[in-house]
């Protein structure tokens, strides 16, 4: 039996093993996974790094052979016509899909509980309570974490691939806006979406990023050749063959930072300095503005990108009258959107209403420039996709280094009793970077004996975000990877 095919049994043994925690909306049959293992492996002519590895995609990107539901009722029983382009992609190069994964309803939380199939669980072996697996990407994350698949796909609008990544020990990497084609993936706030990817280490990040990346014509908002040359170029000519400078956002060192976060931050850092990259504070002025500027501007475009499912064209419909005051799809809609969507249906709609937009909506958009303007204040690489003008702040740092998110992940139980508002503070770290389209990676870093608050703590590490200019993807995972080698038990050095 070849290895492949021994990895790809274990993960279905696992998907039995771990059921109960609800990382899987669909799967297909042990049986017909392994035929097609064993198809990808006896026709593979392309020597590509994922045949036969099983790669599980969130249930909000288009299949073919699996539903797609985003997570809602309006869709339970949705097959689409096509694959998503990276879904193709993946196929292409002998990957198998392993399922769709449960999440946050169309993309919307943080926690991944809103959803008809019930909440996915981050579960940790000898203790009583069951944790969040973040959102919306949580059933990806979990999955990974738990071997079930090799790889996930997910999607990020304000840190919904980070986040989950953060809180269960993995890796979770969304790239620079527009490089991985939006094609088949159901929108939520075009402008923000992003495909990501998690795995359970950066080697594997680079795999399936280095497949499903790449311009498609499709897409509107997919990067054109000419603008991705022209970043290579930027890239190439910045010849950064040096420590790195790497940069500590002030404004990230919040009164709501747990300890053993801001802990694991430090020490992080301070290993980073011992090995020779200089450290040096930044500030990002306009951050403190950015989580409210993200929750208008991506329920104003949700409530867009919604209003086409009124189970007349597809999705389903009500079973009684859907009349109410003469509207046609009231009722429809009302039973087919959770309690989330709604509810950010609602702010959108509002935020762009003529009595609200020029308070709202206009002046999230200004904030949203000013965040651009910040980060590219502060990093050592232009913009590419600027017009190349003399900055009035020459920048000074390669990377920026900050938590994932402010706690280590909260209860179930918790969460339950979380405000809306509560649940959007776990975004706090995650907004500004996807309101800026740059790219960021969430990476686990242990925590210190010393360090540790609770001792009946499952969790052993800390997700630490390293966000890099637009374009500048490779360096980002290139300091994952240097932060993944930290020998830990010695302060001065790292592995080999």
């Known amino acids: 039996m070849s290895l492949l095919l021994r990895q790809a049994q274990q993960c279905l043994s696992k998907q039995a093993s771990y059921k109960a925690l609800n990382a899987f909306i669909d799967i ?72 769709k994964t449960n999440l946050d309803g169309f993309g919307m939380g943080s926690h991944s509980t809103h959803s008809p199939f019930g909440p996915v669980k981050n579960h940790k072996a000898n203790h009583e309570h069951t944790f969040s697996a973040g959102g919306s990407s949580g059933g990806s994350a979990v999955a990974v974490a738990t071997g079930q698949c090799y790889a996930a796909l997910g999607t990020d609008t304000g840190g919904s691939v980070r986040l989950p990544a953060a809180y269960t020990g ?138 086409k ?19 046609l799809f009231a009722k429809t809609r009302g039973e087919g959107f959770g309690d989330e969507v709604k509810r950010r249906i609602l702010l959108g709609a509002y935020s762009l209403s003529a009595e609200a937009i020029g308070n709202y909506f206009i002046q999230a958009q200004k904030i949203r420039r000013m965040i651009r303007s910040d980060f590219n204040n502060v990093f050592s690489l232009p913009n590419a996709l600027l017009p190349p003008v003399k900055r009035q702040v020459s920048g000074t740092v390669d990377v920026l280094i900050c938590p994932t998110a402010p706690t280590l992940p909260p209860t179930l139980d918790s969460v339950k009793d979380q405000t809306p508002t509560d649940a959007y503070m776990n975004d706090v770290f995650t907004a500004p970077a996807s309101l800026a389209g740059l790219p960021a990676i969430s990476v686990p870093v242990p925590i210190a004996e010393a360090d540790v608050e609770d001792r009946d703590s499952p969790f052993d590490d800390v997700g630490m975000q390293v966000i890099g200019q637009y374009g500048d993807d490779d360096l980002v995972l290139d300091v994952t990877s240097a932060i993944e080698k930290i020998d830990w038990d010695n302060p001065e050095t790292e592995k080999a």
């Open 28 to 99: 297909h049959h042990p049986e017909s996974v392994i035929e097609k293992v064993k198809h990808s492996i006896a026709t593979d002519d392309k020597k590509s790094t994922l045949v036969g590895k099983l790669i599980a995609i969130k249930d909000n990107i288009c299949t073919l052979d699996h539903p797609t539901t985003c997570a809602s009722k309006i869709l339970l029983d949705f097959i689409s016509p096509y694959d998503a382009s990276i879904v193709s992609k993946l196929k292409n190069e002998g990957a198998v899909i392993a399922g």
């Open 170 to 307: 993995i890796t979770g990497f969304k790239p620079s806006y527009g490089l991985i084609s939006r094609w088949g993936v159901v929108a939520y706030a075009n402008s923000l979406d992003t495909v990501g990817v998690l795995a359970s280490d950066c080697k594997s990040v680079k795999e399936v990023f280095n497949v499903v990346k790449g311009h498609d014509a499709r897409d509107p908002t997919s990067l054109p050749d000419t603008s991705r040359a022209r970043i290579s170029k930027a890239v190439v000519e910045a010849k950064r063959d040096r420590p790195l400078r790497i940069g500590v956002p002030l404004e990230y060192n919040i009164q709501e930072l747990s300890p053993v976060v801001r802990k694991a931050w430090t020490r992080l850092l301070q290993r980073l300095h011992n090995v020779g990259h200089t450290i040096s504070s930044v500030t990002l002025p306009t951050t403190k503005q950015a989580l409210s500027a993200y929750y208008i501007l991506a329920p104003a475009e949700a409530s867009s990108n919604l209003a």
């Open 309 to 327: 499912y009124d189970g007349v064209r597809y999705g389903n419909r009500a079973g009684e009258d859907d009349g109410a005051r003469g509207a």
